[in-house]
């Protein structure tokens, strides 16, 4: 076996600078200031010819001039000769699940069924999926609430006594939609309705439901949501990949908010932190986002199968000469002011007169109903509004074009549904649109006078038939595909088939040497030491309830614990235990 040279100072040095690189962001320094001095360090010790053995024991494919890779691999290689192993990050205990045959994969979302939100519909169609394959094991993770929040979030005053009877409902819903049994286990855990935000926060540390030895891969659907308050295990020394996946425009919806401006500035770091802390690979639904550590903008939602079922109906009865649709423009979302209904008043009172005798239906129940219905009518707008229903409704089918001035919305759903019904769709030049440009159907506008000529035209021609090729790209599977390749998960999960099959994995003759096992990166030691201060923060109640935190979510409560059969709360977080 050939000698490995000792390192030297200029490149334990080097090394320093280059694992320093978050930090110095942090304080300012260019980050092509600390290149210029590794590649400085680097070329010194090049000089001496002391890389010569090692760069002709690797492979071609390391062999290249950054000086930042070739300093890694430098290094690894001695850490390798020396026999030392380096077994997790800084803050953690090492210990993770060991992979085997079949991965697990856990999705943890903020929402559920029979609450009609996004997290809680699209995490049930990505478990459906994921599960689909065979490849891997699911569970979806979904939060609990007691009957007193059931009744203020669900619809219809619909309530359920006990888990089993919810993920009933939940499996009866996907089910009819998607048109096959479903393959995956639903798991809840506590949480509490915060009537303010409207949102579902965790009570107690929700990793804690996922059991070790499933804690092999997990998606946080919304994970600043999911860990905002989170005070427990890090993800990521519990799960061997965690990808997050961003729904929604909190930044947007907090700006319109008292004292939004400042309250946006410390969700903004919070959420950086969450990112940084929490995930391995972040993937954000569309540019509407805040731009996150680790993350990258792809669409990785699908629409219900029924309609494109409708889509494909519609464009049958249009071949064969029949009138499909017979009414003319609708708009349906939740009527709160955030989703569009002040950019849609605002329209309608500028352009009246453009804009005499094209009539708009609106659909939908929400917070502001009489706020914007009184809105509505005191400018005399040409308005009607109905009661909210769901988008499939066969009353729906009719309607031409879908009008959707919303520029608060990430990714809208109810748009991706009219396109693929074969409607119309008149949206704002916005980046929550872009994925839906290359539909011929969808027609999006940068002025309110170009509101006004994007809708004529809508009216008075036809949409064009959907292609194949554009139905699939709307599809479920097609948003599976996506999410599998940008998240990273077809390469961990064939990793482990590659070592499974083969003995050699991880042996000296794999000349992909592992970095992040050699030794402590800086970067990681950053997020760690950041996941700890939140750990410590969230562990203060006076701290927690002065960020808006609902009281008591640190730790679940009896409730729970018995709709749950968990350990009551003083039994599972003694006083005395750390």
């Not at 000769?81 to 994969?105: C, I, L, P, Q």
């Not at 009866?172 to 935000?197: A, C, H, M």
């Not at 409207?198 to 107690?204: C, E, F, K, T």
Request: a neutral charge; one cysteine or more; aromatic letters at 10%.
């Amino acid at each position: 076996m050939q000698e490995i040279p000792p390192l030297d100072l200029g490149e334990l040095l080097a090394y320093f600078l280059k694992q320093s690189v978050p930090l110095f962001d942090q304080l300012g320094i260019k980050r092509d200031v600390c290149d210029k001095l590794v590649e400085s360090l680097c070329s010194k010790r090049k000089e001496h010819l002391a890389y010569n053995s090692f760069s002709s024991s690797e492979p071609s494919a390391f062999s290249n001039d950054n000086a930042g890779d070739e300093l890694d691999l430098r290094i690894a290689s001695v850490l390798q000769s020396t026999g030392h192993n380096y077994e997790g990050g800084f803050w953690n205990d090492g210990h993770k699940y060991e992979t085997a045959d079949k991965r697990h994969v856990a999705i943890v979302t903020t929402a559920s069924l029979p609450w009609m939100t996004g997290t809680a519909v699209n995490p049930l169609f990505r478990a459906a999926y994921l599960a689909k394959s065979s490849k891997q094991d699911v569970t979806l993770v979904v939060p609990w609430l007691c009957k007193s929040d059931q009744e203020l979030v669900y619809p219809n005053s619909m309530t359920f006594s006990s888990p089993e009877e919810q993920e009933a409902y939940m499996r009866n819903w996907l089910e009819e939609r998607v048109g096959f049994k479903t393959d995956f286990k639903i798991s809840f855990y506590p949480g509490k309705f915060q009537k303010e935000r409207r949102s579902i926060i965790p009570a107690g540390d929700t990793s804690q439901f996922i059991p070790s030895k499933e804690a092999d891969i997990a998606i946080l659907e919304e994970p600043e949501h999911l860990n905002w308050y989170h005070h427990g295990k890090r993800w990521t020394d519990k799960f061997n990949h965690v990808v997050g996946v961003v729904h929604t425009n909190y930044l947007e919806y907090i700006k319109r908010e008292k004292n939004g401006a400042i309250q946006a500035f410390f969700v903004k770091h919070i959420n950086n932190l969450v990112a940084r802390a929490y995930c391995h690979k972040v993937l954000r639904l569309s540019g509407a986002t805040q731009d996150l550590p680790k993350s990258m903008i792809c669409n990785v939602h699908g629409v219900n199968p029924k309609f494109l079922e409708v889509g494909e109906r519609i464009a049958a009865e249009r071949e064969s000469g029949q009138q499909s649709f017979s009414k003319g423009a609708y708009f349906l979302g939740k009527m709160v002011w955030a989703k569009g209904y002040r950019e849609l008043i605002d329209l309608f009172a500028k352009h009246k007169s453009d804009l005499e005798g094209f009539k708009l239906d609106i659909y939908g129940n929400g917070e502001d109903s009489s706020e914007v219905q009184s809105a509505a009518k005191k400018l005399n707008l040409n308005l009607n509004f109905h009661k909210g229903r769901d988008h499939a409704d066969d009353s729906l089918h009719g309607y031409k074009v879908f009008i959707n001035p919303s520029i608060s919305d990430v990714l809208c759903t109810a748009t991706a549904e009219a396109l693929a019904m074969g409607k119309f769709v008149v949206c704002a030049d916005h980046p929550s649109n872009d994925f839906f440009r290359s539909f011929p159907n969808c027609l999006t506008y940068k002025t309110s006078e170009d509101f006004v000529a994007k809708v004529k035209e809508a009216m008075a021609r036809d949409p064009q038939p959907l292609t194949p090729e554009q139905r699939y790209n709307l599809s479920w599977e097609a948003a599976t595909q996506r999410f599998m390749e940008h998240s990273e998960l077809d390469k961990v999960l064939s990793s482990n088939r590659d070592c499974t099959s083969t003995s050699g994995c991880g042996k000296s003759g794999d000349s992909r040497m592992k970095k992040s096992a050699s030794l402590p990166n800086m970067s990681d030691m950053v997020d760690g030491g950041l996941a700890f201060a939140h750990y410590c923060f969230t562990g203060n109640e006076l701290l927690r309830l002065s960020t808006g935190a609902i009281p008591g979510t640190l730790n679940y409560n009896k409730h729970h614990s018995l709709d749950l059969h968990l350990l009551p709360p003083q039994v599972q977080n003694p006083i005395y235990g750390w």
